[in-house]
């Protein structure tokens, strides 16, 4: 799962951080940050392969001393600056304290042409496809390296899922020196129609997760449909092509996996679509065996199990269980793997447990077994067909990606 959605899984919203003088305030945090450097190391299997042991004690011991100068949101960002390091995208933080972090009511995405505003709030709407030029007084581009300081990850594709949310998260920004006044919170963005506008977003901050939060109109698009769910199956392009969106590995108690498979291959064998495409794009993973029943139903089907016949949608989204998925569909069986690299790593860290920081309460999740699942080094899965979303599309109210599969389907009759 994402940091963004770990971090307002349960959230509330509340004031905006400071720093307080108040002693326990301070011997609190400090307390959390000598837990944190004496229980990382003894938990996490390895997590000195990137980063030295003595620089994590330096740093650590650095940003204890740090406290009585620093706000919650600049102390949160010392740990995940520290956690960024380790080089592990399952190892970070959040939760607790870090509930109380602002986000600017918008949401915006990395799309091959630049940064875009693609989820707004109601009274913000007309800057639906805007493009983002600045946050504050900083580039999009610099703000965005700034941003990336913070994300455990193994590769760039990871980078780029998490710094959607992080972007937005004004209280981080100030903290890593992206907003520089206190007073400053801006984003300067070109509109569709060609105009830049420097827009003051100071009265509006709360998580992006607030039912106020407006999306960009996608309904036509097959994977909002079930966006919501673990799973689910639909006919498109005139009942030609069979597409199935698998957003979570794991089983739905009201639609078990094992009886949704077993329909899944009753309507390929009924309606005999010319294409099946399986979407793993929004899976940030859970339990690769969830996905068993699809790779044994492919297998049990060679007339199905050939070249240009199963599509494998990825992304920078699809992690941990969901990118073991990937592998298994490109090794065990002839699905093409479509669209941007993962976000997960093929051979990383997983198996995750979390322990608590007393005062802040936030959590901290470290990996506990070493998975390598390929015989190279890569730190990412890469598609054999490569496809990068422009924001045109996107706006439009289409999926590029889908559209481009549909049109090689029908051209192949």
């Known amino acids: 799962m994402s940091l963004l959605g770990l971090l307002f899984a349960s959230s509330t919203l509340l004031g905006p ?37 003595e620089s994590f004690l330096k740093q650590t011991q650095e940003l204890e001393r740090s406290v009585p100068t620093l706000t919650d949101a600049q102390i949160y960002a010392g740990i995940l ?13 959040y939760g607790g304290l870090a509930q109380q972090l602002r986000f600017w009511p918008v949401g915006v995405r990395k799309f091959s042409d630049g940064w875009f505003v693609g989820a707004h709030d109601k009274h ?29 990850h193994e590769n760039e594709s990871w ?3 998490e710094a959607q949310g992080l972007l937005m998260n004004c209280d981080l920004m100030r903290g890593l020196g992206v907003l ?17 506008v420097r827009v003051d977003m100071s009265n509006a901050k709360f998580p992006p997760v607030s039912a106020d939060i407006i999306r960009q109109d996608r309904s036509k698009v097959p994977s909002i449909e079930f966006s919501r769910k673990s799973y689910g199956y639909k006919l498109i392009e005139g009942d030609s092509v069979l597409y199935l969106a698998y957003n979570r590995c794991q089983s739905d108690p009201e639609d078990p996996s094992l009886k949704f498979f077993e329909r899944f291959w009753a309507e390929v064998d009924a309606k005999k ?35 240009g016949k199963v599509y494998c949608l ?3 989204g699809t992690f941990s269980s969901a990118m073991m998925n990937a592998i298994q569909l490109r090794q065990q069986t002839k699905a093409l793997l479509v669209g941007e690299p993962t976000g997960g790593s093929p051979n990383s860290f997983g198996e995750v447990l979390t322990f608590e920081l007393p005062y802040s309460k936030i959590a901290v999740s470290y990996c506990t077994k070493r998975f390598d699942l390929t015989d190279g080094k890569e730190q990412t899965v890469k598609p054999d067909v490569a496809l990068s979303e ?13 559209d481009i599969l549909l049109s090689s389907v029908k051209r192949k009759g």
Not at 282 to 298: D, R
């Open 159 to 161: 980078v780029l899922s």
């Open 81 to 93: 600056k520290i956690l960024a390091q380790i080089g592990d995208g399952h190892t970070t933080a």
């Open 124 to 152: 913000l709407t007309p800057m639906v496809g805007a493009k983002v030029l600045k946050i504050g007084d900083t580039d999009i581009d610099d703000a965005v390296k700034k941003a990336t300081t913070l994300v455990p």
């Open 17 to 53: 951080s400071s720093v307080y003088v108040q002693p326990d305030r301070i011997q609190g945090w400090q307390n959390d940050i000598r837990y944190f450097r004496e229980e990382l190391p003894k938990k996490h299997m390895n997590p000195f392969t990137i980063l030295r042991k």
């Open 273 to 307: 679509p010319r294409a099946i495409i399986v979407d793993l794009r929004a899976n940030g993973g859970g339990n690769s065996n969830i996905f068993y029943p699809f790779l044994s139903g492919l297998r049990a089907r060679p007339e199905y199990n050939r070249y």
């Open 314 to 316: 990825i992304g920078r």
């Open 390 to 402: 422009p924001s045109s599309a996107y706006f439009q109210g289409a999926d590029y990606m889908i």
């Open 180 to 196: 520089g006044r206190r007073n400053d919170d801006s984003m300067t963005v070109r509109m569709r129609s060609g105009e830049v």
